[in-house]
Nanobody, 127 residues
């Protein structure tokens, strides 16, 4: 299983970006998915997560109201729409796939809950 994140770039504060994460070598139909980010010198932190069906989403307080996560299981892809970007959003953004979970609309916030990770895509927000 490989996850390929894309869509990062350089944007001015207040701008928008849309990240994508495509999964190959497997599907995501039954898997909670998430986005994390890591800024230089800091630990990897939770950004958002979505249940296997897309019926449940959770966000870090710092991005609530600005970021929206979605998924298209038929395309094996999850997305992160980021609006009103701030300089503090600057980081490498990673997508991740958890183990299958279709008994309920579970979402997970911990790094240890995810078994497969993408290579990351850089997001830089200038002030």
């Amino acid at each position: 299983v490989q996850l390929q994140a894309s869509g990062g770039g350089l944007v001015q504060a207040g701008g928008s970006l849309r990240l994508s994460c495509f999964t190959s070598g497997g599907n995501i139909d039954s898997n909670p998915m998430a986005w994390f980010r890591q800024a230089p010198g800091k630990e990897r932190e939770f950004v958002s997560a979505i249940s296997w069906s897309g019926g449940n989403t959770k966000y870090a307080d710092s991005v609530t109201g600005r970021f929206t996560m979605s998924r298209d299981n038929a395309k094996g892809t999850v997305y992160l729409q980021m609006n009103d970007l701030k300089p503090e959003d600057t980081a490498i953004y990673y997508c991740a796939r958890s183990t299958p979970s279709i008994g309920g609309n579970y979402v997970y916030r911990r790094v240890s809950d995810y078994e497969y990770w993408g290579q990351g895509t850089q997001v830089t927000v200038s002030s």
